[in-house]
């Protein structure tokens, strides 16, 4: 592993788009690296995007004009969604799919903490990451067995 790839890669993983579905397939395919050192780097790597996420809307919460922002695009949907306390299992599906940084966007706009909603999220990217490299390990030795 050379110093330029481990650069790529945490560039790629830490992407808000393609994150785990580009970083995966490269370090695997391209760069020829075990699956095991790819989710323990990978997945930390794309919940940046939810501590960044978290981050900056703390620093903007902090703005009286953002703050008034918040108040006049509130719902009765979003109400909904904060009583839900962020919904874990749907959370879980959908934060790998839109991005976590999409949906800890959200869920910050309904008032929802990341305490609250951190572990769904990050169980979401380890599925999905789990997934993609299981298909980067398995798929290319099907396809070898099919064309011969």
Known sequence: MSG?????????AVNPLGGLMIAIPV???KFHWSPW????????LAYVQVI???GLWFL???WPAFLR???RRRSPRLQRLVQSRGAFWSTVVVAPLAG????????????VAQRTVGPPIFLGLVWNGSAIAAGCALL???FARFVR
Do not use: Y
Not at 37 to 44: E, F, M, N, Q, T
Not at 100 to 111: D, H, I, K, Y
């Open 37 to 44: 050192p790819v989710l323990a780097a990978g997945i930390p």
């Open 69 to 71: 922002f918040l108040e």
């Open 27 to 29: 370090a695997m395919l």
């Open 52 to 54: 960044a996420v978290d």
């Open 60 to 62: 903007l919460e902090k």
């Open 140 to 142: 290319p030795q099907l």
């Open 100 to 111: 976590p940084w999409l949906v800890m966007a959200l869920m910050r706009f309904a008032g």
């Open 4 to 12: 330029a790839e481990a650069a790529a890669f945490a560039a790629l």
